[in-house]
């Protein structure tokens, strides 16, 4: 007895010399995968930079090419005023007046010979371009009236275009001057807003002192002083120069480059950095653990030896002999079990490592598919969530038995939970040579309340077992049904029926007892923990529903599961919402809206919608239409807010005010490229409805139109009778 607790000490002390081994296997892959994703990552921003270089030098053009059109228009527009200041007997003043609002100028100044302003437009007009007007660039243009003179001014922080021709005869000069139009131009701030970079990546764009534009809105102007954008180290690959730094928001990899004025940043987190990584290394970990319990496998063996060797030494002694044969028995039936266990349990885990083993190459083929990409790493998640919940049958079992587990109570869309089941068993399906089939029926209530691990966990048992036990070329047929509901709570049908090896009616006895498993040679193919149908029907019980089979030997089994689930009522309400088409045939809507190009695609949505349209060009058109308007004539009122004459908010106010009550309930809804926070506290303040940003989503448009003109035609066909 001494010599084997010494041998069984020994045995234990070999056991621990793995450790070492396991843990400098484990860091030479942590490194390895780590330098591969580093190199990765900095050959994928390479292509980044090269893309957002080439969107800057577009920016760039596109600004110079807005400034010289805008120049050469308003140099036109004051040749035209000059020439017709000569021609026309009309009154100054009112030429000019009208030549302003035509022409959508900010303000004329028209000078004698001496450059003394003999009219303007605005009363500060020459006052704000006194040191200009009397510049020699600008002064000689009287004695050269073939020039035109014309450039952009930055006054009080707004640019100006700014423009100068001679009056006939040397009279003088003609300036027209006109706030540069924001909007005409993507600005550099916002160049990159909403560009989604592959890997989750980001564009930072920094002038020295200020973040001046991101493709991430909260890092807008932030000023470099405050760390926020902090270097920590430097990683040299094979030439390539890869930065690290820290941030607010975590950690990330990428370059920079600097030129023009400013420094380029392309960086990307350090989750889609490494990857691969995590991955790996729980495969790894898996694998070890397996590794680790082979040898505690080995151990047994030695330990059934040692134990023969004390039977034959007290051979003599027949109570003790008796005893030791128990012993020897016990020990075989304690590693037959563990052996069949571990055999089931490789099976197991091999199938999800399998499935990550095999996506890896394909995510590495579509590196420049982020599409494809990123349905590589969803099935790699799913695979590895499935590996997961494996390696914790075992623990889950015995916490159901004493109750720890408890239930969670989170929402649930169902379709969407048993697609992703449904994704892992036909992987299994494929492999097998088993056609996996799902029957579509009705289900009134889609989003639930409830447990969606556990839901999970049942299904995935249940159906698994369904591939694992058939035949080949057998089949699998999964369903689930709506049987009845209460308004508050639902119960539902799921039903998983195969063609495989069924099961004995002894067995079906014992079929949910733990370790569990029918003998027989036509077994000996299939593996498993023996736990699946023990978990699924203790979780069932604890949702409250219940799990029943019909089998038959070499047929195949048909399992049923009921389950109640609460109504997830807010977000069933949203999905039907969503189903419903909105119409808004036969309205007569006051479409207003001063840019030419706007107006005419509004007009033809909401035309392709069988919308009436009356058209306004500024907000006081909009409100001498509506004043003059029959009570109800108009549904609602798309108001663009920047308009000459009077602007949306403004006309919106004095719409309200108006002595009548369909003024009151109309709904006047907001169109506008100001799409800001504060610009939308600004339409409601004004009496708005609603406020729809620019460029306009038709889908959006339509449904609040539809929302907030509900009702109106009988309102107004109850008002006038």
Known sequence: MTHGKSLRTELHGRRWMWLPAGALIMAVLFWLTTWYELVRISDVTDEAFFFVEKRLEQYDNNLENDRVRSLYNLADKTAELSRHLDRTGEETEALIARYVYDQRLDGVVVTDETLACIWQTAEDGYEMWRDTICSGAVSEIIEYPAKIYMSRFTVDGEEYDFAAAARPAGEGLVIAYKKR????????????????????????????????????????????????????????????????????????????????????????PESSVFTYRKVIMACSIVAYIFAWFLADRFRIRLVRANMKQLEEQYSRELDYQKQLKEQAEQAQRANMAKTDFLRRMSHDIRTPINGIMGMVPICRRYVGDPGKQEECFEKITTASGYLLDLVNDVLDMNKLESGQIKLEQNPITLSKLMQEVHEIIRMQALEAGVAFTVVEEEIIHDELIGSSVHLKRVLQNIESNAVKYNREKGTVTVSCRETKSDGVTAEFEFICADTGIGMSEEFQKHAFEPFEQENGASRTSYAGTGLGLAIAKNIVEQMGGSIRFVSRKDEGTTFYITLPFEINQEAQQEAEQKKEKVSVEGLRILLVEDNDLNMEIARFVLEEEGVIITEARNGQEALDLYAASEPYEYDAVLMDIMMPVMDGLEAARRIRRLPREDAVEVPIIAMSANAFADDMDQSL???????????????????????YCKGRKEQAGEANA
């Open 181 to 268: 139009e924001t909007g005409s131009v993507v600005t550099i701030d916002s160049l990159f807003t909403g560009y989604m970079l592959e890997n989750d990546g980001i564009v930072v764009i920094t002038d020295e002192e200020n973040v001046i534009s991101s493709n991430v809105g909260e890092w807008q102007n932030w000023p470099l002083e405050n760390d926020r954008l902090l270097h920590l180290k430097k990683y040299t690959l094979g030439g390539k120069n890869l930065k690290c730094w820290n941030t607010e928001i975590g950690r990330w990899y990428g370059k920079l480059k600097a030129g023009n004025g400013y420094t380029l940043y392309v960086m990307f």
């Open 685 to 707: 303040e004004a009496g708005m409805d609603a406020h729809i940003s620019k460029p306009l989503n038709v889908e959006e448009l339509i449904a609040t139109i539809g929302r």
